[in-house]
């Protein structure tokens, strides 16, 4: 036994070097920054929705517009394409663009991770540990060179959080809602955030009633400011297309799509009532899209007990498999079908990786409830912020469908979390020994 815990100590005392040493941060950032290098050669043609991405800001880039079929649209969000557009009419239209930008919000991302899991967790060694694991997980890596929205929405909604976190002043409250405004405009949804937020400040402060009205004036300026972000857009929606639409109009079909006979879980576009409502005639988009949502709704309410037996299936769907970004290179990227081992090897590896870190997630919430009952420390704490984060988009896959890469932005939370169980270990280590 106390061989056992020489070893555990001088491999608290190892890790805690990790977490001190200077040496060590530059030797981390070294390790996230050589795999999205040498991705940087990678050309992955677009295909699926990173395909229409590309198509519409190539578009709007020569200046025709957002559209399709040659008709106004506001079918997706039109957040990614519109950031896509400034820079292909800075820098031209390529895929290397679209990679450095991707680096550069993942880049973002990183950094914003590493500070929050500081801050929160009141270690150096955190931040350090997070850095790590985002660093060696594939998957994460793997969306550099791919045209989706996941880098560039990543590093909003971390931005947004850490605004809100870390700054509590009336000019970062103004900054956060203007980032959680560009955020909607990559997922409309995104708004859901910010009381979700806000309930953890109230609740994590020791005088929550008395600081309710000033919380809620602060909550809703930051709505206030992200509607504002957003209204430019609404307005371009009223003033083409001759109807209300706050961001976009493809929620009706997501809903109906996730919803129905032929459901399991995913997005299942083959079902005959998606086939029945695609074969209507003389539907404008936004008749479309209130018919989609009427029928989902409707299917919800004559199903209550389908759509119940859907919740775990969807859960599953969004939550058991990882490492989805390789179908791109399988589709997009010619030399792929040369490294066919050495991919099934990464997305083993990623697979086990991303297992570890629901695990760590998992179990640094057990050990945290229990450490806080034990001292006696109030319970809801920014600690909450990633499963909070968790819940948000497992209750849009509940009501909607579940896929795998919607997980992508909670990934850096869970990497916090995992950070905090490491530096919890590291100090019981060292109060031991002391």
């Known amino acids: 036994m106390t061989g056992s815990s020489n070893r555990g100590q001088g491999l608290a005392r190892s890790i805690a070097w990790l977490g001190s040493a200077r040496g060590a941060l530059v030797l981390l950032w070294l390790l996230w920054l050589a795999p999205r290098a040498l991705l940087l050669l990678a050309h992955v043609t677009p295909s699926s929705d990173a395909a229409w991405y590309v198509d519409r800001a190539t578009e709007m880039a020569h200046g025709l517009g957002y559209r399709e079929h040659g008709?106004?649209?506001?079918?997706?969000?039109?957040?990614?394409?519109?950031?896509?557009?400034?820079?292909?009419?800075?820098?031209?239209?390529?895929?290397?663009?679209?990679?450095?930008?991707?680096?550069?919000?993942?880049?973002?991302?990183?950094?914003?991770?590493?500070?929050?899991?500081?801050?929160?967790?009141?270690?150096?060694?955190?931040?350090?540990?997070?850095?790590?694991?985002?660093?060696?997980?594939?998957n994460n890596a793997f969306y550099g060179p791919l045209a989706m929205t996941e880098c560039f929405y990543t590093a909003l909604l971390l931005g947004g959080c850490w605004l809100l976190v870390c700054r509590t002043g009336w000019v970062g409250l103004v900054l956060a809602g203007l980032v959680f405004g560009v955020a909607m405009l990559v997922k409309a949804q995104t708004l859901v955030v910010v009381p979700l937020i806000f309930a953890i400040r109230l609740w994590r402060e020791p005088?929550?009633?008395?600081?309710?009205?000033?919380?809620?004036?602060?909550?809703?300026?930051v709505v206030a400011v992200a509607l504002l972000t957003v209204s430019p857009w609404t307005l371009r929606n009223q003033r083409e297309m001759g109807a209300f639409v706050l961001v976009s109009t493809n929620g009706g079909i997501t809903l109906l799509t996730g919803n129905n006979d032929s459901a399991r879980g995913d997005f299942t576009p083959d079902d005959p009532l998606?086939?029945?409502?695609?074969?209507?005639?003389?539907?404008?988009?936004?008749?479309?899209?209130?018919?989609?949502?009427?029928?989902?709704?409707?299917?919800?309410?004559?199903?209550?007990?389908?759509?119940?037996?859907?919740?775990?299936?969807?859960?599953?769907?969004?939550?058991?498999?990882?490492?989805?970004?390789?179908?791109?290179?399988?589709?997009?990227?010619a030399p792929w079908s040369r490294f066919a081992k050495l991919g099934l090897a990464l997305r083993l590896a990623n697979q086990a990786i991303y297992v570890l870190m629901l695990l760590g997630m998992a179990g640094f919430a057990v050990v945290e409830l229990r450490r806080r009952h034990r001292?006696?420390?109030r319970l809801i704490d920014w600690w909450l912020l990633p499963y909070g984060i968790a819940a948000y988009v497992s209750a849009i896959a509940v009501v909607f469908s579940g896929q795998s890469r919607f997980h992508f932005p909670v990934m850096p939370f869970a990497a916090m979390t995992c950070g905090w169980l490491v530096a919890l270990w590291v100090d019981r280590k060292v109060k031991l020994k002391g």
């Open 375 to 377: 001292e006696g420390v």
């Open 274 to 333: 998606v086939h029945q409502l695609n074969a209507r005639k003389g539907l404008n988009e936004m008749q479309f899209d209130a018919e989609a949502k009427r029928l989902g709704v409707d299917w919800i309410k004559s199903h209550p007990v389908g759509f119940a037996k859907l919740v775990p299936l969807k859960l599953m769907r969004l939550w058991a498999p990882d490492g989805e970004a390789q179908w791109h290179y399988e589709r997009g990227w």
């Open 71 to 138: 008709a106004p649209t506001a079918y997706w969000p039109p957040g990614w394409p519109l950031t896509l557009t400034l820079l292909f009419r800075a820098f031209g239209v390529s895929t290397l663009v679209v990679s450095l930008f991707n680096l550069l919000c993942s880049a973002i991302s990183a950094l914003v991770m590493q500070d929050l899991a500081r801050r929160i967790g009141k270690s150096q060694l955190a931040g350090r540990i997070a850095l790590l694991l985002i660093a060696l997980y594939p």
């Open 207 to 221: 005088d929550a009633l008395r600081r309710l009205p000033l919380l809620v004036a602060q909550g809703a300026l």
